[in-house]
């Protein structure tokens, strides 16, 4: 049961790249034009480019498109993806349809130790995007079997995202390309979180305690999992170092999923760690974010990109947002109908049982991410990566014949 | 069809707040063709001869010797004429009065003007801008004409004309044609050979021996006979809000061109070239940007080669900010070498103006440091010609003292090959 009327357009920006038109059934090509394509007018002064895209008027080189563009499918959705200041390629992409009640934002990071890995993250975002647009499962009308409906649709999405990488990047590399994906499926009821890799989904409430929604497959991660910090865990020097990705050479792609209803206002982040690195508490993306007076997504997303270039800019800098403004009169009466999970991060087969959601009350102050269940049968090893050599045979072997789970080591 | 080719040689990353940026933009052309014959139009060719009392016998013989070469050297179907030069300045080939003042080069033509020049004789005083004024009338009376090209051949000061008689003459003549200018013996005046040559887009040399003059009139004139691009202008785009601090041609000599611009739109200036041949030139450009933020790359100037309005080619001169000391100290090897060059020409010109006005301690300072600088850039010549005027020391300290007895011929060759610089090596 969808109480919600579909708008059958979505609002366009004409200076924008116009790569989100919700073509729901045609599978995201690459876009060769935007691999190559530049602005038609200088970025920084609206003068005419030369043919060198040099400005004519002011000489700031404009960046391709494929090195800087920003989407605006809808008023409550934009993004915003940045070559950075250090790196010479943009490799990271991302994707974002939305209409006036439903948005699918992706934000993908080609592994830059790979080849094509910008080709690889284009194809992925926008596979995955115009996948899971093209698609609304209802489940049986309620919102729980809703969400068990999107969380396979998002397995799915990643799925066909990396048979897209594997389509349209070299057979034969020597270096796989690769790429992470983070998407986040948000409409008034809820968000549907799926990420693979070390791109990231935040909840940013206007008011309350922003989280992050997923979790990254990292070597960062493991080590948070085993108890350090996550400061000091995201500052060793493998941090970076991703344990699933997309690509040829991927062992796994079983996506991580998480879902949260959306009960209050607040701001929905895709991202890659090109902003993270500098802000990866949820606080401090808050503390950030806090810094605008009621911004439109696009400023949004400008200035958190802006703002990692002032830190240096060492990454591709990606950021994908999307404005849940509670307060409707359907979003209340969803809540109210839905409630709000409880603390103990219920899995996603937890939330299957109506039951639970049913018998919450229904509160506004915390919405809570679930998670995928970490107890499933059928996880590989990446996991949960463990010292003990606990990995079946089609794992990496070093040199000293250890077997460890396959890793990509980060850029940087 | 003459083919130009540019490159650009700098280091682009500039450090925080920092806004200055130089470059060194190689020009190239190859393919230039045969003056008057690329289908551009005619080119003329006019030879003037200092025929002043003071040439006395042997210089206006070899001075005739010379201009008859360079009439066999001019291509036939080129427009020339023959001036002969002394207080006052006379068209000595073709004879005509009124009309056309410049024929084209035949047998009949040659034969005819080498009887002209024969009849040169050593008689009365120097005026060259009337000399000057007279190539620039002749010049005009051919319309047809794209290159024009004198040489100048002097043997005394200017007794006849005043400095700005002189400097006026010079800027009727800007742009109109260029000169190589020659002076034969010691009693011509660099500086003031000098200002004609470099207004007029030409060279100044002396001749040491008489007997040289028919050889150096020989490729003057086939040198010019090889530019078969009659006129080229470079152009310097910057960015709005940016300021073009100078723009130096820095080999084969250092000319500054910074004050010779003219605007093209509002953010480019065109600097005279002149023709050219196959050769390649170097540019220094240097130019002053509003300080942005590290990270921004921009373009900092376009460098190009224009006739007319076809921009025949193009270096890009950029500007990165970048919090990367070891990018941003780095100095370019080219920037480097050919700033030292324009320092050492400075260096020796104005030691030698000190030293003839009897200042001999900014004499021994400034020659040092010329010293200096031609060891660090190489330039054995300049050390060669710099050892006849001073006994060196020690060059890498920039030690040196006067010789007692100069050869003013050493002095005034030091003076004229001073512009001359070096290509860094490799």
Not at chain 1, 179 to 186: K, P
Not at chain 1, 313 to 333: E, F, Q, W, Y
Not at chain 2, 367 to 380: F, V, W
Not at chain 2, 405 to 419: F, V
Request: hydrophobic share 40%; with cysteine.
């Amino acid at each position: 049961m969808n109480i919600f009327s579909r708008t059958p357009g979505v609002e366009w920006n004409p200076q924008d790249l116009d790569d989100t038109q919700p073509v729901a059934t045609t599978p995201a090509n690459s876009d060769s034009d935007l691999m190559t394509a530049y602005p038609t007018n200088c970025p920084a002064c609206q003068g005419e480019l030369g043919i060198d895209s040099y400005c004519l008027s002011c000489g700031q080189k404009a960046k391709s498109l494929r090195e800087h563009f920003q989407i605006t499918p809808s008023d409550w959705v934009a993004g915003v993806c940045d070559i950075g200041l250090v790196h010479v390629r943009n490799e990271d992409a991302m994707a974002g349809i939305a209409d006036g009640f439903r948005a699918v934002l992706v934000a993908c990071d080609g592994v830059t130790t790979s080849d094509d890995s910008d080709v690889a993250s284009l194809a992925a975002a926008r596979t995955a995007c115009h996948f899971l647009w093209s698609q609304d499962p209802q489940g049986t009308g309620t919102l729980a079997s809703r969400t068990e409906a999107v969380g396979e649709l998002l397995t799915q999405a990643v799925a066909e995202a990396n048979q897209e990488v594997i389509n349209q990047t070299s057979p034969t590399s020597l270096n796989a390309a690769a790429s992470t994906i983070a998407i986040a499926i948000v409409d008034s009821e809820a968000v549907f979180c799926a990420s693979l890799g070390d791109s990231r989904v935040y909840w940013i409430p206007d008011d309350g305690e922003p989280q992050l929604l997923t979790k990254d497959h990292s070597l960062a991660q493991d080590g948070i999992d085993s108890g350090a910090k996550r400061e000091d865990a995201e500052a060793s020097a493998l941090a970076h170092t991703i344990t699933k990705w997309l690509g040829r050479d991927a062992t796994d792609i079983e996506p991580y999923l998480a879902w949260m209803p959306v009960t209050d206002p607040g701001w929905i982040l895709v991202c890659t760690d090109g902003l993270w690195n500098y802000a990866s508490e949820p606080t401090a993306i808050k503390e950030l974010v806090g810094f605008l007076d009621e911004p439109t997504p696009l400023a949004l997303a400008q200035y958190l990109v802006a703002w990692a270039n002032e830190k240096g800019g060492h990454d591709n800098i990606t950021v994908v947002c999307a404005r849940v403004d509670a307060g409707s009169p359907t979003v209340t009466a969803l809540s109210e109908a839905t409630g709000v999970v409880d603390s103990e991060t219920p899995t996603i087969s937890q939330v299957l049982d109506e039951e639970i959601l049913e018998e919450k009350p229904t509160t506004r102050t915390r919405p809570i991410a679930s998670s995928n269940p970490p107890d499933t049968d059928d996880s590989t090893p990446d996991d949960e990566p463990t010292d003990q050599g606990q990995t079946p045979s089609d794992t990496q072997i070093d040199d000293t014949g250890e077997q460890i789970p396959p890793v990509k080591p980060a850029d940087d | 069809m003459a083919v130009f080719t540019s490159m650009v040689y700098q280091n682009e990353f500039l450090a925080e707040s920092s806004t200055d940026i130089n470059a060194i933009v190689r020009i190239t052309c190859a393919e230039a063709g045969v003056a008057g014959q690329t289908g551009v139009g005619d080119v003329g060719e006019i030879v003037i001869v200092d025929t002043s009392a003071s040439m006395g016998l042997v210089n206006l013989q070899a001075a005739k010797d010379a201009a008859m070469v360079a009439l066999d050297t001019i291509v036939d179907g080129t427009y020339f004429a023959i001036i002969a030069g002394n207080h006052r300045a006379y068209l000595a080939y073709p004879r005509v009065t009124s009309g056309p003042g410049m024929v084209r080069m035949t047998p009949e033509a040659r034969a005819e003007a080498k009887r002209a020049v024969a009849g040169f004789r050593a008689d009365g005083g120097t005026a060259m801008g009337s000399w000057l004024l007279l190539a620039r009338s002749l010049f005009a009376s051919i319309t047809s004409l794209a290159g024009k090209h004198a040489i100048l051949l002097t043997d005394g000061e200017n007794h006849n004309e005043s400095a700005t008689q002189l400097e006026n003459s010079i800027r009727q003549c800007l742009g109109q044609f260029q000169v190589d200018c020659r002076g034969i013996g010691i009693e011509w005046q660099v500086s003031e050979i000098r200002k004609i040559a470099t207004a007029l887009l030409g060279t100044v040399d002396m001749i040491p021996t008489a007997k040289d003059l028919p050889i150096v009139f020989q490729e003057l004139i086939a040198r010019s006979m090889g530019r078969g691009v009659p006129d080229a202008q470079l152009r310097v785009w910057v960015p709005q809000n940016a300021q073009i601090l100078f723009v130096r041609q820095v080999s084969p000599t250092v000319e500054d061109l910074t004050q010779r611009r003219t605007p093209v739109d509002a953010l480019t200036m065109s600097y005279p070239t002149g023709a050219w041949g196959d050769e390649a030139r170097d540019y220094h450009i240097s130019v002053r940007l509003p300080a942005k933020a590290v990270g921004t790359e921009q373009l900092a100037a376009r460098v190009q080669l224009a006739t007319g309005t076809a921009i025949l080619t193009q270096g890009l001169v950029k500007a990165k900010w970048s919090a990367n000391a070891s990018l941003t100290t780095q100095i370019s090897p080219e920037v480097a070498h050919y700033t030292g060059q324009t320092e050492l020409a400075s260096a020796i010109q104005e030691g030698l103006a000190a030293h003839s006005q009897g200042d001999d301690r900014t004499a021994t300072q400034k020659l040092g440091r010329a010293a200096q600088l031609a060891q660090e850039t190489g330039n054995k010549e300049a050390t060669t010609r710099l050892a006849k005027v001073v006994d060196i020391d020690d060059a890498a300290t920039g030690k040196v003292t006067m010789k007692k007895n100069i050869d003013k011929a050493d002095e005034m060759a030091l003076d004229t090959s001073s512009t001359r610089t070096t290509r860094i090596r490799g």
